[in-house]
C-alpha cells in the first residue's frame, strides 16, 4: 500500500534467480515485486533483535558459567577494558 507511507526510492539489483523467484512469489500472492521485497525485509528486521535486547541477552548470560574456574570479574569490569 505504497500511497499512505512515505518511501524512498532504493535500486537493488538481483541475481536471475533471485528475479525469477521473486516474479514468482509476487504472482502467486497477488501484489507486486515491490510489496513482496518490503515484506522480506519487514520479516527481516523483525527477526533482529534490538540493542536493548541483546544487552539484556549479555547481562544475563554474564558469569553463567561458574564451572568456568577462578574468579570472573563483574560485567561493569569488562565494560571498563574495552
Do not use: N
Amino acid at each position: 500500500m505504497l500511497c499512505c507511507m512515505s518511501s524512498t526510492r532504493t535500486q537493488v539489483y538481483f541475481t536471475t534467480e533471485q528475479r525469477e523467484r521473486l516474479d514468482e512469489r509476487a504472482r502467486a500472492d497477488g501484489t507486486t515485486l515491490a510489496e513482496v521485497v518490503r515484506k522480506a525485509i519487514d520479516h527481516y528486521l523483525a527477526a533482529q533483535p534490538t540493542d536493548q535486547e541483546r544487552e539484556r541477552a549479555l547481562g544475563d548470560a554474564f558469569g553463567a558459567c561458574p564451572a568456568f574456574g577462578g574468579e570472573v570479574p563483574s560485567r561493569d569490569e569488562w565494560a571498563a577494558r574495552d
